[in-house]
């Protein structure tokens, strides 16, 4: 058998491809053909992971985690007043009110935000 140590001045001299220099005909072993992780920007964007997941599960909590019945109930009373179902659970949310065919200006404001 040879000696099959590594001198580590001539590990260090070997010219090794960078990987941006590497091109699809050379593709080496152990690489999976799949798409470069430079381009891809994941759900949550290019900032910090922790708010996302915050955000996510208190978005969840408020819009998943209704009864079926208020959740109808909500539904059907923002179709008649021309809303939809997350305008209308979000100004219970944001301001505490429930909108009544009275409050017309208000959900004027919030038609006219919707088209922005």
């Not at 000696?3 to 050379?26: H, T």
């Not at 079926?68 to 539904?75: D, H, V």
């Not at 939809?84 to 944001?94: A, K, N």
Request: hydrophobic share 40%; glycine share 8%; aromatic share 10%.
């Amino acid at each position: 058998m040879g000696d099959i140590r590594f001198v580590r001045s001539r590990f260090l001299r070997m010219n090794f491809p960078r990987p941006a220099e590497i091109g699809p005909a050379e593709i080496r072993m152990g690489h999976n053909g799949g798409p470069p992780l430079d381009d891809h920007i994941p759900e949550w964007g290019v900032g910090g992971i922790r708010n996302y997941f915050d955000w996510k599960a208190a978005c969840d909590r408020a819009f998943k985690s209704l009864p079926p019945e208020t959740a109808i109930r909500r539904a059907k009373k923002a179709e008649s007043l021309g809303l939809t179902f997350r305008e209308y659970q979000l100004e219970i949310l944001e301001r505490s009110r429930f909108l009544q065919p009275e409050d017309g200006a208000r959900i004027a404001e919030i038609i006219a935000a919707r088209k922005r």
